[in-house]
């Protein structure tokens, strides 16, 4: 019923930078909230960060300052802009959405297949 489409990642040396973005498609009635996770080997899956229909955000603090998350809510898109990557930033990026398909049934949670940042010299 709703498909997330990412793209954006790849490899980029440590202090550079990189855009991901996500594309929500298929039965959107409403879309509450996207955003970004990542779970890097052996780790378990981490906020990195979201924001909701009205604007608001919650950033992880290991990346405050340096990502700024963004949408477009009239066409269902979501923006993750990276500045002055860091190792510890590798990872595989998913997105993220909450969205009700259709009135009178809750909303439902959606992820993206995931997309591989990787910060390297």
């Known amino acids: 019923q709703v498909q997330l489409v990412e793209s954006g990642g790849g490899l980029v040396q440590p202090g550079g930078s990189l855009r991901l973005s996500c594309a929500a498609s298929g039965r959107i009635f409403i879309n509450y909230a996207m955003g970004w996770y990542r779970q890097a080997p052996g780790t378990q899956r981490e906020l990195v960060a979201t924001i909701t229909g009205d604007g608001s955000t919650n950033v992880a603090d290991s990346v405050k300052g340096r990502f700024t998350i963004s949408r477009d809510n009239a066409k269902n898109t979501m923006l993750l802009q990276m500045n002055s990557l860091k190792p510890e930033d590798t990872s595989v990026y998913y997105c993220?959405?909450?969205?009700?398909?259709?009135?009178?049934?809750?909303?439902?949670?959606?992820w993206g297949q995931g997309t591989q940042v990787t910060v390297s010299s």
């Open positions: 993220y959405a909450r969205i009700k398909t259709v009135p009178l049934v809750p909303a439902s949670d959606y």
